[in-house]
C-alpha cells in the first residue's frame, strides 16, 4: 500500500492579453510535424493525459478540446467550515487545479445543519449518471424537502438544467442509478405517508419521455429513516435500511423483472459503511469502523480486503469509477488506485476553509486557462 498526499491545489484565475496572445500564436502549431491534426489526435489519444500534459503545449490544450476524449475528474460538494454554505467544485487531477461550477438554479440554498440538530447534518443526496451530477433531496429550513425536482450539472456544456417533477418530492430517501435511469425508493415528504415511504419511481434520463414511472414498491416503509444509497450493480440496485456498522436489513431490487428480492447473506454481513459500484459491475465497500476498502466477489457472496487505511476510518460516502475510488471521511476526500499493482492512496487538499460533503466522478469540463502543475499520483 502507498499514500501520498497531493501538492496544494490551484485556484483557477482569469488569463492576461499577453497570455490569449501567446495561446492564439501557439495554437496554429500542428500536433504532430508532418501529420493532419486529425490523425495526430489519433494517435496521441492512445496516451495517458497526464504524460501529454507535460510535453507540449499544444497538446495541454488539446486534451480539454471537445474533440478529445474527456479524462475523468472529481466533482465535490464542499461546505464552507465557517458559514456551513453549500458550494460546488470540480478537481482538475492532472493539473491539480480546484475550479468553481457555474452557480446553481438552486434557491434557497441547500441545508446542511439546522438550529434544531446541532450535533447532526442534514442529508444532501445527489448522484452521478450519464455523465451528469444530479441533486435529487435535500431539507428546507422548516424541514421540508427542499427540491421537488432533479436539478442537474452537465460538465461538458458547464450547465444547469431542471429534471421531470416527482410525484412527491422527498428527503431521507434511497437514491440510486441502473442503466442509465435514476431510482428513488421510499422517503419522506412534508410529512411521513406510508405509501411514499414503501413507494418505488424511475426516471431515464436520456430518453424523450421525462417522467417519472412508479415502479414495484417496498414491501414496508422500514428505508424511510435516513438518506442511503441505492447501489446499481448489474441490473440491480443493493440497499440497506440503516447506515454504518449496526445490525441491518437488506434487500435487492430487479431493474428487469422489476421485482425485489432478499439481499445475500454475505453481501448484508459486509456492508459495514458507505458503498459505491465501478461501471456498475465491482462494488465497493469500506467499513468504516476499521478503515478497510474492501471489494464484493458475488461468486463466494463474500467482501475481499483491498487495502487498509487510517486515512479511511469514518467514511461517510464513496464514489467509484476509472480505477479509482474516491472516499469522503473527516471532511477530506482520499483517492484509491484499485488497479495498480498495490492500491495507492491520495489525499486530496481541498480548497482553504471547505470540507467534503459528497464526491463524483464525472467527465472533466473544458478549462482554457491551464496550469502547467502535474500530480501524476492521483492519476
Known amino acids: 500500500m502507498t ?8 485556484l483557477n484565475l482569469p488569463t492576461t492579453s499577453k497570455r490569449h496572445k501567446v495561446h492564439h500564436e501557439k495554437q496554429q502549431q500542428p500536433l504532430i510535424p508532418g501529420l493532419p491534426d486529425h490523425i495526430a489526435q489519433l494517435c496521441l489519444s492512445q496516451i495517458k493525459p497526464s504524460f501529454l500534459f507535460c510535453i507540449s503545449s499544444s497538446w495541454r490544450r488539446l486534451i480539454y478540446s471537445p474533440s478529445f476524449p474527456p479524462f475523468f475528474s472529481l466533482y465535490a460538494i464542499l461546505s464552507s467550515t465557517s458559514t456551513s454554505s453549500i458550494h460546488f467544485y470540480n478537481f482538475d487531477p492532472i493539473s491539480s487545479t480546484w475550479h468553481i461550477l457555474p452557480p446553481s438554479p438552486l434557491y434557497p440554498p441547500l441545508l446542511l445543519r439546522h438550529p434544531s440538530f446541532l450535533s447532526r447534518n442534514l442529508s444532501i ?3 452521478s449518471v450519464s455523465g451528469n451530477l444530479v441533486l435529487l433531496a435535500a431539507t428546507t429550513l422548516n424541514l421540508y424537502p427542499a427540491l421537488s425536482r432533479p436539478v442537474i450539472f452537465n460538465p461538458l456544456s458547464q450547465a444547469w438544467t431542471f429534471g421531470p417533477t416527482l410525484a412527491t418530492p422527498r428527503r431521507w430517501c434511497a437514491l440510486g442509478t441502473s442503466c442509465g435511469a435514476v431510482y428513488v425508493a421510499s422517503g419522506i415528504g412534508t410529512h411521513y405517508s406510508n405509501d411514499v415511504a414503501k413507494s418505488l419511481e424511475k426516471w431515464d434520463v436520456d430518453k424523450k419521455n421525462r417522467e417519472w ?7 414496508d416503509g422500514r428505508y424511510s429513516r435516513e438518506a442511503i444509497d441505492a447501489v446499481g450493480w448489474r441490473g440491480k440496485l443493493c440497499m440497506v435500511n440503516v447506515k454504518g456498522d449496526a445490525a441491518k436489513e437488506g434487500v435487492i431490487y430487479d431493474v428487469e423483472e422489476d421485482v425485489w ?6 453481501m448484508l454481513s459486509g456492508w459495514r459503511g458507505p458503498v459505491a459500484a465501478m461501471a456498475e459491475d465491482v462494488m465497493y465497500v469500506v467499513d468504516e469502523v476499521k478503515g478497510c476498502l474492501k471489494k464484493y466477489v458475488a461468486e463466494q457472496d463474500y467482501w475481499e480486503e483491498v487495502m487498509v487505511c487510517e486515512s479511511l476510518k469514518g467514511a461517510e460516502q ?8 474516491c472516499v469522503v ?17 491520495t489525499v486530496v487538499d481541498l480548497p482553504q476553509g471547505f470540507q467534503a460533503v459528497a464526491v463524483h466522478i464525472l467527465p472533466r469540463m473544458p478549462v482554457t486557462d491551464i496550469s502547467i502543475k502535474v500530480n501524476s499520483d492521483i492519476l
Do not use: C, H
Open 213 to 219: 414511472e412508479s415502479k414495484k414498491g417496498l414491501k
Open 3 to 10: 499514500i501520498t498526499t497531493s501538492s496544494t491545489p490551484q
Open 125 to 127: 443526496q445527489s448522484i
Open 261 to 266: 428480492k432478499d439481499m445475500p447473506e454475505g
Open 318 to 325: 464513496i464514489a467509484a469509477e476509472g480505477g479509482r475510488v
Open 329 to 345: 471521511s473527516g471532511g477530506k476526500v482520499s483517492v484509491v488506485d484499485v488497479v495498480a499493482p498495490t492500491p495507492r492512496l
